[in-house]
């Protein structure tokens, strides 16, 4: 009840910030007018010994006690303007997130620069229930920490919010910076179960619909896939080490495929998508060429690591407005 | 963080925990029973052992026992937890067992914070300016360990944060000076304060047993400070007049219970007059003291108020409420005549003795009476006994048998004040003349530097008051018939028979006696300035400034203005060191100076949420001719920016483009 409150309160806090701020472009220094502060826990435990302190002065007369309870009053109020001040000068960007699939968690890079002549102390960076750090910037040093944010769906996921904080001095307050900056991090659609068999376009133009096999030497073994002929399968192998295993031929590259959109048509959209993103997952695996048929988009054949992103972020985006 | 890591900021955080609280507890090591610092002792050694030798630590059913314990035996020592020393106590405890369970952060900041709360206590039971220094540095010491225990991953290094630490401290002096000047002080306390009854403290102890004590072993504490305004008196004159002593049960003079009415008023003041300031340390006792005899008196405080009791005592009232420092100012005469009338009953009361103590002395005093029966010179008379006799003035008597005075007069000899005075005031009864005791102390010493009498224990003394119906109470001080010097230039400064102590010895080197008394101002300074502010000194002050009569709102509206101020200047003046530090990145820069340009051009300056990739872009298609210069500016710019940059090339290669775009010569390449 209680914590629910002060989401909804630090929620409105913060929404409050982002129109006060607005949009931050991609590397943002700290300044005074954009860093907050507001003690801990400990801070108010502080606060609340040097009010006794007060009381007990104030009953017993005590002009030694006074002078103490007004040094340890003077001394926690510049604690808070250090606080405030180890903010000052980091510079904040966005130093990429690597592309995940939909479930995994999305891990965003936060580069901070210390512009400051002086060390900067215990930053730290936090989204919601995710956080890094507390590291020590010394003056012109850089380090990159990393938020992680769950995933459901594929798609971008943004950052919206985050916060850069430091309780350095002490521990008694806590001063904090929200950035809203344009981080994003692009979410595969998840992969469908290991098992279904490549379906192959009809039109599949320059394929090589079946390999000339038996003439080759063999090689070696690899894993085995779906998709492999059960006549390639290494069975003695397999009762051995009860791992199935696939034979490979010297100078039989396997068969390039076309995976089309509308050979799935018996499931829905996103089922598709997540088939279509397992096969060419392990069109890849295997070192086939392969390409992709969407409804709006075609993406020929290719390999390599550039073209399964091509293809899997078209299959992120598909349907998505962009 | 490693295991490793984690491990020795552990044990760093221990041992400055540990530090901190056995220092926070050490002025208080003196007050406390013996078992409560050797309970944090013993709970400090077991966590390490625990920690280094991998100890068990004490079981849940044992803790509760120690817990229990330890509280049962705070309220059986002091059979309450109410008061200072008492909660004191029951604050170690609580430090020692929280200690042996410290593990998280959280529980080293707790311990932290008791800290600072035990240094506090402390405090309140005064000091002088060393412990304050102590105090001080202590808590600069408390706030590094604050610093150390309150980060998250490895400790700070130390000799830079205790540099922090220190500033920090200096930054907050000015608050807490203004505070502590204009922060409305009380005139009395919130809630009752439990007393602490004279705990063995040195002074007068309100009664006198001649004959029991055979060393009077003077401290050179100070009893009490004196400020004269205009005329000092000469020191033969300064009889301090403290507690009067009427009653006698053949071996101890004590006070009267109770009072015989008021009989101040007729009092006769004559001579000259005196003004001073009385700065006491009251010490739960009533009486205070003044130069006999005076005739005004006020204290600075309104809630205690002086009165003359029917022996001429001043003493505080209310009676109780009296702890710690009292500042109160006397007029006093030099010479006076106080002519009461005695009832019967008074004289009986004045005059009253054991029956068959001390015969020879009682055969003595006859033979005197019949000689001359006349009251005027029998005083003189009397005295002459001991100024005939060689009697002799000594702080390490014999010791005195049943008939104290009879021991005295014709075996001893030997005694100081108390002696003469009970002998005299026994023999004037006797004669069937109303005698008694008075108690107080005799000179003092002029501090020259500060210009204030320091009055010692050593000064104490005691005289004679003898009432005749026409003159009325006499002072007599037969010490003065055997040792003149005594009376003329004060204890300190007589050598009676004074047993050559190693401090006086020293006493007697010049320059370590300008030393001392250099000292006792700054100890005056500390107990009258700084732990004697109060109410009324507030209000002087704020006189001074200009505030008549200010009230507490109007105090606590100055307090509060004045901390806003002093922490504006404090913000305006942390931030001004903080933007001379500010490096800007000179990629940054470069780049900024290139946007400079772009605008000037007509490019719309860089949007917020705008990449400086989507701005280039933006900057191409305006300016289709130099798409090429800002692309490769931008692209340097990125790779200055996010890419590792060692040498700083790539910032370096940025500038000389930025230079040279639109400026008709090409970059020099690298």
């Avoid at chain 2, 208080?28 to 078992?35: G, N």
């Avoid at chain 2, 005031?425 to 320091?454: C, F, H, K």
């Avoid at chain 2, 055997?482 to 003329?488: D, Q, S």
């Amino acid at each position: 009840m209680l914590s629910a409150q002060s989401a909804r309160l630090r929620s409105l806090a913060a929404d409050w910030a982002r129109r006060r701020q607005g949009e931050d472009s991609h590397a943002v220094a700290l300044q005074r007018r954009r860093v907050y502060i507001l003690p801990t826990r400990y801070g108010l435990i502080f606060a609340l010994t040097v009010f006794a302190m007060l009381l007990g002065s104030l009953n017993y007369g005590a002009s030694l006690g006074f002078g103490l309870t007004f040094l340890l009053c003077g001394l926690g109020l510049v604690l808070m303007q250090h606080c405030h001040n180890n903010l000052l000068g980091v510079t904040i960007s966005f130093a990429g997130a690597d592309p995940v699939f939909a479930g995994a968690e999305a891990r965003f890079r936060i580069a901070l620069q210390n512009g400051a002549a002086e060390t900067r102390w215990d930053l730290a960076i936090d989204c919601g229930a995710s956080g890094d750090g507390p590291v020590d910037l010394a003056s012109g040093a850089a380090t990159t920490l990393q938020v992680n944010l769950p995933t459901r769906t594929r798609g971008w996921v943004h950052l919206t919010r985050f916060s850069v904080s430091s309780r350095h001095p002490g521990n008694l307050f806590r001063a904090w910076s929200w950035i809203h900056m344009d981080a994003r991090c692009l979410v595969y659609p998840e992969p469908a179960p290991p098992g279904r068999p490549y379906a192959f376009s009809s039109d599949a133009g320059g394929m090589r619909s079946a390999p000339q096999q038996e003439e080759d030497d063999f090689v070696g073994l690899r894993d085995a896939s779906p998709a492999d002929p059960p006549r390639r399968l290494a069975w003695k192998a397999y009762a051995r080490s009860d791992q199935l295993m696939t034979k490979e031929f010297a100078g039989s590259a396997a068969p390039a495929c076309l995976f089309d959109w509308r050979e799935l048509a018996e499931l829905d959209d996103d089922a598709k998508l997540s088939q279509l993103t397992r096969w060419c997952l392990d069109a890849a695996h295997e070192g086939r060429s392969f390409g992709l048929v969407l409804p709006d988009r075609k993406i020929p054949l290719g390999t390599g690591e550039r073209h399964l992103h091509d293809c899997l972020q078209a299959l992120a985006l598909h349907g998505l407005a962009e | 963080m490693s295991a490793l890591t984690r491990n020795t900021t552990g044990m760093s955080r221990l041992i400055w925990t540990a530090g901190i609280c056995i220092g926070a507890s050490l002025p208080h090591w003196t007050t406390l029973p013996i078992w409560a610092p050797a309970l944090l002792l013993l709970c400090i050694g077991w966590r390490f052992a625990a920690r280094i030798a991998r100890l068990p630590l004490p079981g849940r059913k044992l803790m509760w026992l120690v817990t229990f314990g330890a509280f049962g035996a705070v309220f059986f020592e002091f059979r309450t937890i109410n008061g200072l020393v008492p909660g004191t106590a029951l604050l170690v405890v609580m430090v020692s067992l929280k200690f042996l369970e410290a593990r998280s952060q959280r529980d080293h900041m707790l311990l932290t914070v008791i800290a600072y709360f035990l240094v506090f206590a402390s405090l309140l039971a005064g000091g002088g300016p060393l412990k304050g220094l102590y105090l001080f540095v202590f808590v600069w010491i408390t706030t590094l360990g604050l610093l150390q225990v309150g980060r998250h991953g490895s400790l700070l290094p130390n000799v830079p944060t205790a540099r922090l630490a220190g500033r920090m401290l200096v930054q907050s002096l000015p608050l807490m000076i203004v505070l502590f000047l204009l922060f409305p002080r009380l005139p009395g306390p919130l809630w009752a304060i439990p007393g602490a009854p004279g705990s063995g403290s040195t002074g007068l102890s309100g009664e006198m047993s001649p004959g029991d004590i055979t060393d009077l072993g003077l401290s050179d504490e100070i009893a009490f400070r004196v400020e004269f305004m205009g005329q000092t008196p000469a020191a033969s004159e300064l009889y301090w007049r403290g507690p009067v002593l009427p009653l006698f049960d053949g071996r101890t003079w004590t006070r009267l219970r109770g009072s015989r009415g008021t009989v101040s008023d007729t009092i006769e003041y004559l001579g000259q007059t005196s003004e001073y300031r009385v700065m006491l340390e009251t010490e739960g006792r009533n009486w205070v003291f003044a130069i006999d005899m005076p005739q005004t008196w006020t204290t600075g405080d309104r809630r205690q108020s002086i009165r003359m009791n029917s022996e001429y005592q001043l003493n505080v009232f209310p009676p109780g409420a009296n702890q710690g420092r009292l500042t109160y100012t006397v007029t006093s005469h030099s010479r006076y005549r106080a002519a009461e009338t005695l009832t019967d009953s008074e004289i009986e009361l004045f005059t009253r003795l054991p029956s068959s103590s001390n015969p020879r002395t009682r055969e003595l005093v006859e033979r005197i009476v019949e000689d001359d029966p006349d009251v005027r010179t029998l005083v003189e008379r009397a005295l002459g006994v001991f100024r005939q006799s060689d009697f002799f003035y000594t702080l390490t008597p014999p010791p005195l048998g049943v008939h104290t005075a009879d021991d005295f007069i014709f075996e001893t000899k030997e005694g100081f004040c108390e002696h003469y005075a009970s002998a005299f005031a026994i023999m004037m009864r006797m004669a069937g003349l109303p005698a008694r005791v008075v108690t107080g102390y005799q000179g003092g010493e002029l501090n020259s530097i500060g210009d204030y009498y320091v009055i010692r224990q050593s000064d104490a003394h005691a005289w004679t008051e003898v009432w005749t119906p026409e003159d009325g109470w006499l002072r007599v001080d037969p010490v003065s018939a055997v040792a003149p010097e005594r009376i003329a230039l004060g204890s300190s400064r007589s050598s009676i028979a004074r047993p050559a102590t190693v401090a006086t010895r020293l006493g007697r080197l010049p320059w370590l006696r300008q030393a001392a008394l250099a000292w006792d101002v700054v100890n005056t300074f500390w107990d009258d300035r700084i732990v004697g502010y109060g109410p009324r000194l507030q209000r002087l002050l704020l006189e001074r400034l200009g505030f008549e009569r200010p009230d507490w709102r109007e105090l606590l509206a100055l307090t509060v203005i004045s901390t806003a101020v002093l922490m504006v200047a404090l913000t305006i003046y942390l931030g001004l060191k903080v933007r001379e530090t500010i490096v800007p990145d000179p990629a940054a820069r470069s780049f900024a100076s290139f946007m400079r340009k772009l605008g000037k051009l007509e490019v719309e300056p860089m949007q917020p949420g705008e990449s400086p990739t989507a701005y280039a872009r933006r900057a191409a298609e305006r300016l289709p001719d130099d798409a090429e210069s800002i692309r490769s500016i931008t692209a340097t710019y990125l790779a200055a920016r996010y890419e590792p940059d060692p040498g700083g090339s790539a910032s370096s290669r940025l500038r000389d483009l930025v230079r040279s775009f639109r400026s008709g010569y090409a970059p020099a390449s690298t």
